[in-house]
């Protein structure tokens, strides 16, 4: 139904910025939260930061004051804009949405996810 499509990943040296962007499209009824989560080598998927429909940000320790997530709710997009970026940031990123499908009950709760995209940073 939903599906999201990241852009902007690639190889960078230790201090150096990139910014991935992700798009949304497909039968979008209600997007509550997206974010980003990252999986490095031999480590697990974890979270990177997240935005609400309202603009709440939340951010995991290790990349507060480096990363910048943003969300534009009229285009269905969401942003990770990385600065100070360190070798320990190397990792496949995922962009994710929180996808809401109204039911004869009640509204469905789902998670959307992006195929990922690298990005490695090394000097």
């Known amino acids: 139904q939903v599906q999201l499509v990241e852009s902007g990943g690639g190889l960078v040296q230790p201090g150096g910025s990139l910014r991935l962007s992700c798009a949304a499209s497909g039968n979008i009824f209600k997007i509550n939260a997206m974010g980003w989560y990252r999986q490095g080598p031999g480590k697990q998927r974890e979270l990177v930061a997240t935005?609400?429909?309202?603009?709440?940000?939340n951010y995991q320790d290790s990349v507060k004051g480096r990363f910048t997530i943003s969300r534009d709710n009229a285009k269905n997009t969401v942003s990770l804009q990385m600065n100070s970026l360190k070798a320990e940031d190397t990792a496949v990123y995922y962009c994710?949405?929180?996808?809401?499908?109204?039911?004869?009950?009640?509204?469905?709760?789902?998670?959307?996810w992006g195929q990922g995209i690298q990005v490695t940073v090394v000097s």
């Open positions: 935005v609400t429909s309202g603009g709440t940000t």
């Open positions: 994710n949405a929180e996808t809401i499908t109204p039911t004869a009950w009640s509204d469905r709760k789902g998670a959307v």
